[in-house]
């Protein structure tokens, strides 16, 4: 496609539910990041991949969040038994290096 | 680590009024930054970006100046439109990778 796609666009979860999160960036692009964005913030920074290397892990909030791209392109985001707190939107973006990050609409994620 | 603060909204203004909002920034070096836009319903999309210090990123109408003294990039427009009416997020690169932190955004509505 022409942008990234993010699937899917909702998702609700019971508490201790596991969930995974799917992004599809624009093909040819190396750089593959996710964010967290609660509500009236800011995107936070969880995690970055060049290719199939997971470079920078460092704001993925607990060890319940575990990201991977196994073959450098599609990613997929899987949170383990969900918590009320984890609720947000997860947005993915991609680049190609250059640091013009081009974002998904994001996959808002409800844990009730 | 590094930071951002921007000016919190929202920020309601008429047509053809002037536009600025106000970011300033603690980084380790001599980030890259850049202003992020989200429009209404969308993924958030580069506005512009400067690169070095004195550097004017410029898009839409829209500039902002590189004030290394300062450690600020405020984002202004001469005369806005309703179209412009959106969540603006500033965001200074980390560093060597491609990481951004972003500030906690900006919410313009803009009435005919």
């Known amino acids: 496609g022409a942008g990234v796609s993010q699937s899917p666009r909702y998702k609700v979860a019971k508490r201790g539910q596991d969930v995974a999160l799917r992004c599809d960036p624009i093909s040819g692009h190396v750089s593959l990041f996710w964010y967290q964005q609660a509500l009236g913030q800011g995107p936070e920074f969880l995690t970055y991949?060049?290719?199939?290397?997971?470079?920078?892990k460092s704001g993925l909030p607990s060890d319940r969040f575990f990201a991977e791209r196994p073959e450098g392109s599609v990613s997929t985001l899987k949170i383990q038994r969900t918590q009320q707190e984890d609720s947000a939107v997860y947005l993915c973006?991609?680049?190609?290096?250059?640091?013009?990050?081009?974002f998904g609409s994001g996959t808002q994620l409800s844990v009730l | 680590g590094d930071s951002v603060t921007q000016m919190e909204g929202p920020v309601t203004l008429s047509e053809e009024a002037f536009l600025t909002i106000n970011c300033t920034y603690t980084?380790?070096?001599?980030?890259?930054l850049f202003w992020y836009v989200q429009y209404p319903g969308e993924g958030l999309q580069l506005l512009l970006k400067?690169?070095?210090?004195?550097d004017k990123g410029s898009n839409k109408g829209f500039e902002a100046t590189y004030r290394k003294e300062t450690t600020s990039f405020h984002l202004e427009k001469g005369s806005v439109q309703v179209s412009d009416s959106a969540v603006y997020f500033c965001?200074?690169?980390?560093?060597?990778?491609?990481?951004?932190?972003f500030g906690k955004g900006t919410k313009l509505t803009v009435n005919p």
């Open positions: 965001a200074p690169g980390q560093g060597g990778s491609e990481k951004l932190v």
């Open positions: 973006a991609s680049s190609l290096g250059t640091r013009k990050l081009f």
């Open positions: 980084a380790t070096g001599y980030p890259s």
């Open positions: 991949f060049q290719n199939e290397a997971q470079l920078d």
């Open positions: 400067a690169t070095k210090a004195d």
